[in-house]
């Protein structure tokens, strides 16, 4: 089976070198050119200089773009040269409408279409243990999984297209709350004067332990904030959030307020750092 990797940023190099090492990697695009030749080289698969042309040589064609316009783009493109029978796997973050209508246009195409993001970080993606939340058809997924066992460490079918792109909505609003959460009580910690790394140390062994309190606890408290997972990213994930979330009826205050801090961060040229710069904010206060 040969699977083509379309999109290698943070998230999609590690996944790319993961597929790579289980022998399953065959082709990378990235619209970067000089990032897909260098793992090209670096892997010894080829390097495609249009989405089109990668998919026309593969089986899978996983993508892991930024946001909804950027999957559309490509669905459209390789839509033009996909053989019937491929699969499609699109690992961003993006709405559960954006999923069901990529899956329709590749529908049209005889093409299966999973929407299958992915929570864990830039850690899960380098180390192959990332969590997958996958909708679409379950015969789709079960001929995928080879490919994708080589880059998780969890794998979940929740149900038909776009349930996978929900359910990672609901993963945001959780990060949204655990980052306002961690950083303001780290802030409180820090304005108590007491030794940060011991506090991190203790507490991430109790009930409050989480996952962002353990890799990007010190971080935060030390002042760096290199991604990890762009603040811009999630800020575009929230956005997403409280669209479904309205469409539901439901409100969901505390990714409210965080979309206005990330505004904020963004406004003063903080985009691009990771999420855990809403410390910034915090240690303000
Ligand atoms: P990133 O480092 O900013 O990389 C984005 C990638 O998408 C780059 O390869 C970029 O190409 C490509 N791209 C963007 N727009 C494109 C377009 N219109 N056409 C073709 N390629 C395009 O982002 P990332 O952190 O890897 O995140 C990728 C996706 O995974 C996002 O949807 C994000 O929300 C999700 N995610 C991220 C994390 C995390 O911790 N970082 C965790 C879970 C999920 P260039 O190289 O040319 O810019």
Same mark, same amino acid.
């Given at each position: 089976?040969?699977?083509?990797?379309?999109?290698?940023?943070?998230?999609?190099?590690?996944?790319?070198?993961?597929? =790579?090492?289980?022998?399953?990697?065959?082709?990378?695009?990235?619209?970067?050119?000089?990032?897909?030749?260098?793992?090209?080289?670096?892997? !010894?698969?080829? *390097?495609?200089?249009?989405?089109? =042309?990668?998919?026309?040589? #593969?089986?899978?064609?996983?993508? +892991?773009?930024?946001?909804?316009?950027?999957?559309?783009?490509?669905?459209?493109?390789?839509?033009?040269?996909?053989?019937?029978?491929?699969?499609?796997?699109?690992?961003?973050?993006?709405?559960?409408?954006? !999923?069901?209508?990529? !899956?329709? +246009?590749?529908? &049209?195409?005889?093409?299966?279409?999973?929407?299958?993001?992915?929570?864990?970080?830039?850690?899960?993606?380098?180390?192959?243990?990332?969590?997958?939340?996958?909708?679409?058809?379950? *015969?789709?997924? &079960?001929?995928?999984?080879?490919?994708?066992?080589?880059?998780?460490?969890?794998?979940?079918?929740?149900?038909?297209?776009?349930?996978?792109?929900?359910?990672?909505?609901?993963?945001?609003?959780?990060?949204?709350?655990?980052?306002?959460?961690?950083?303001?009580?780290?802030?409180?910690?820090?304005?108590?004067?007491?030794?940060?790394?011991?506090?991190?140390?203790?507490?991430?062994? @109790?009930?409050?332990?989480?996952?962002?309190?353990?890799?990007? @606890?010190?971080?935060?408290?030390?002042?760096?904030? !290199?991604?990890?997972?762009?603040?811009?990213?999630?800020?575009?994930?929230?956005?997403?959030?409280? &669209?479904?979330?309205?469409? *539901?009826?439901?409100?969901?205050?505390?990714?409210?307020?965080? #979309?206005?801090?990330? &505004?904020?961060?963004?406004?003063?040229?903080?985009?691009?750092?990771?999420?855990?710069?809403?410390?910034?904010?915090?240690?303000?206060?």
């Amino acid at each position: 089976m040969k699977a083509g990797m379309i999109g290698l940023g943070a998230m999609g190099m590690g996944m790319a070198r993961n597929i =790579a090492k289980a022998g399953m990697l065959s082709a990378v695009y990235n619209r970067t050119a000089a990032k897909a030749q260098d793992l090209a080289e670096e892997l !010894a698969v080829s *390097a495609f200089d249009r989405p089109e =042309a990668l998919a026309a040589n #593969v089986d899978i064609v996983l993508i +892991c773009v930024s946001a909804d316009r950027d999957v559309l783009d490509i669905v459209e493109k390789i839509a033009t040269s996909i053989r019937p029978g491929s699969i499609v796997i699109d690992m961003s973050t993006v709405s559960s409408a954006t !999923a069901q209508q990529a !899956a329709a +246009c590749l529908a &049209e195409k005889q093409v299966a279409f999973l929407d299958a993001p992915v929570s864990g970080g830039v850690e899960g993606a380098k180390k192959g243990t990332l969590a997958m939340m996958i909708g679409g058809e379950a *015969a789709a997924l &079960e001929r995928a999984r080879p490919v994708l066992e080589a880059m998780t460490a969890r794998i979940m079918h929740i149900g038909p297209t776009g349930t996978g792109q929900a359910t990672k909505a609901v993963n945001q609003v959780m990060c949204a709350g655990i980052n306002q959460a961690v950083t303001e009580a780290l802030a409180f910690a820090q304005i108590q004067g007491l030794p940060l790394d011991k506090v991190i140390e203790v507490i991430s062994g @109790g009930a409050s332990g989480n996952w962002f309190l353990q890799h990007r @606890g010190l971080t935060m408290t030390q002042g760096t904030f !290199a991604p990890g997972f762009k603040l811009a990213l999630h800020h575009k994930d929230l956005k997403i959030c409280r &669209e479904m979330a309205a469409q *539901a009826g439901f409100t969901i205050p505390l990714s409210d307020a965080t #979309v206005s801090d990330y &505004e904020q961060l963004m406004a003063e040229g903080f985009g691009d750092e990771d999420i855990s710069a809403l410390y910034r904010l915090k240690r303000m206060l």
